[in-house]
């Protein structure tokens, strides 16, 4: 195999470094978009170099192994890391999911991600009005429902059990809480609601909204309120305006998100962020959609959210005049409809990444 080229990020006056792990199926195609787009916002305004990191199912077929056993000291260095999708046809999802994706999220303390939803699209294509449409979810990416405890006995018998344990601990609970009402305070409507199921769910999920409201006391000028997720299902699509900022457990915001961006138009254009916000470890970008195994190898995948991720990227990072471009480049290439047939057009990804590019001035 060959050898993982070193690329770096130099943005600003700042050093930063920077990698790729484009992972399985339309992840591939979708991260050369966003390299384009990169290339061609930093021209000019910062040097670019990347480094690839070929983590993904062809790399675990080859060494039994999505990462190697020292991808945490190999990713330290790096200030960001634009992650796109995994899964593949012939490995089970449970397989790659746990192989590649979540074995970097928690030892690299990537606890809060972030999912802003905003309708790129046309009034046709959304399913509720565009001007409702500006979220941010905040799932907890550590613990609850993906806390990866459980297991099966009697394997193959008729009283064969499986158990899948949600963790919720007080530190993860307080930390997620203050970084949602934190993010909430810093939006204009102050606004957040904590997503909750704790009718049924009677200890951690108790557990959950006790802390909410500790933290709620935290942050005096943040309007809050609880709601339960099937009741937040039903908000979402009747009464959109109500909603600003939204938290959640790993389980509840992973299908909330993707009902969020089904409203604003197509799972294709959102991006989602795996964040350290101690800035301990580099934090993750991504599109929330997966490897799309239907749609694989044909070039026809959206390039929006790896794009849009990458902007994330950029304001994490610091670059908010490169953030703030290449957002201003997905809207009017949104506007004048030069879209990938998802949202009702006709272009392919390249076809899109290259009006990217032009909207940005290349
Ligand atoms: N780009 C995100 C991705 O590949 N997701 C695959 C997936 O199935 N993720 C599950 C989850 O994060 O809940």
Known sequence: MASPECRH???????????????DGIGIEVVAAAIEVLKTVAKNNFELNITNFPWGTVFYKETGSYLPSDFLTTLKPFDAIPFDAVGAPDVPDHLSLWGLLLKMRSPLQLYANTRPIRCLTTPRLASVHPSA??????RENSEGEYAGHGGRSHV????????????YSRHGVERIMRFAFAAAQKRPRKQLTVVSKSNALRHGRVLWDEVATEV?????????????VDAMTIRMVQKPHSIDTVVGTNLHIGILSDLAAALAGSIGIAASSNLDPTRGWPSMFEPVHGSAFDIMGKGVANPIGAVCAAAEMMSWVGEERAAAGIMK?????????????????????MQVTEALCKALGS
Do not use: R, Y
């Not at 709620?216 to 309120?225: C, G, L």
């Not at 030069?338 to 392919?348: E, P, R, S, Y």
């Open 9 to 23: 990020l130099v943005a600003g006056s700042a050093d930063l470094s920077n990698c790729f792990i484009p992972g």
């Open 216 to 228: 709620a006391a935290e942050f005096p000028d943040v309007h809050w309120d609880k709601e339960l």
């Open 156 to 167: 193959g018998q008729t009283w064969e059990i499986a158990t899948e344990t949600s963790i």
């Open 133 to 138: 449409l500006d979220w941010l979810l905040v």
């Open 329 to 349: 480049a997905i809207e009017s290439v949104c506007e004048i409809g030069l879209l990938t047939v998802d949202m009702g057009g006709k272009l392919n990804t």
